[in-house]
């Protein structure tokens, strides 16, 4: 039941084409190669070359400068970036996950009709139908902010009023204190969530708002 925070409203929708919009409403993970091929990490090196990193950073003369001398080590080593996991997907995570909202997207899911689309259905069905029309809206609005502290301050909002909500506190019953990973959402369904009720994550605070010194 809870959103992409910590600054998933910024970085998630400036992924290449909507890949951070499916991330955050199916909560799948990038591992390994996959953070290098979105354009996450500077550099990939595959796992046996690690001794020899630290090697050459155990022996660098960083006295040109730390930075530099890690760049041109990095640069040394970097492999070629194979291929993420989700690039035979890459189509249609751009074209089903480009709508505004989030029956649009399982509509447009069920209609492409292939097995990785309907596995992407199925586990939008299993998620909090609040929390993924939260997120998605988080995402489009994250994506116009013109600041990262613009859109802590959004963030700082959804969050305030998340954690008072019956989904997130079911999620973590369902997950940490019961464990039957069996969340009871409420609504039930993505047409049970109203623009109204997705809206009132998003109004300010007042007095309460996240200021920065």
């Not at 955050?24 to 990939?44: M, N, P, Q, W």
């Not at 992407?120 to 013109?146: D, F, H, M, N, W």
């Not at 502290?149 to 700082?156: H, K, P, S, V």
Request: charged fraction near 25%.
């Amino acid at each position: 039941g809870l959103f992409p925070d910590v600054g998933g409203g910024w970085f998630l929708p400036r992924l290449g084409g909507e890949l951070g919009t499916w991330l955050a409403l199916t909560g799948d993970r990038l591992k390994g190669v996959d953070v290098a091929a979105a354009r996450v990490a500077t550099h990939f090196l595959p796992s046996e070359l690690i001794p020899n990193l630290r090697k050459q950073v155990a022996s660098a003369d960083f006295s040109i400068g730390a930075a530099e001398m890690l760049n041109e080590i990095l640069r040394s080593l970097t492999h070629s970036i194979p291929a993420g996991s989700f690039d035979p997907h890459r189509k249609t995570i751009n074209d089903c996950f480009r709508f505004d909202t989030a029956e649009e997207i399982v509509a447009a899911l069920e209609a492409d009709g292939g097995e990785w689309a309907l596995a992407q259905v199925k586990t939008l069905r299993a998620k909090s139908p609040e929390t993924i029309k939260v997120a998605l809206r988080q995402l489009r609005e994250g994506r116009q902010c013109k600041t990262f502290r613009e859109n802590m301050a959004m963030e700082y909002r959804i969050g305030w009023r998340k954690v008072q909500s019956h989904d997130f506190q079911e999620g973590v019953r369902a997950v940490i204190v019961d464990k039957d990973n069996a969340p009871a959402w409420s609504p039930v369904t993505l047409e049970g969530v109203s623009e109204e009720e997705v809206a009132k994550y998003f109004a300010p605070l007042g007095t309460d708002e996240l200021t920065f010194g």
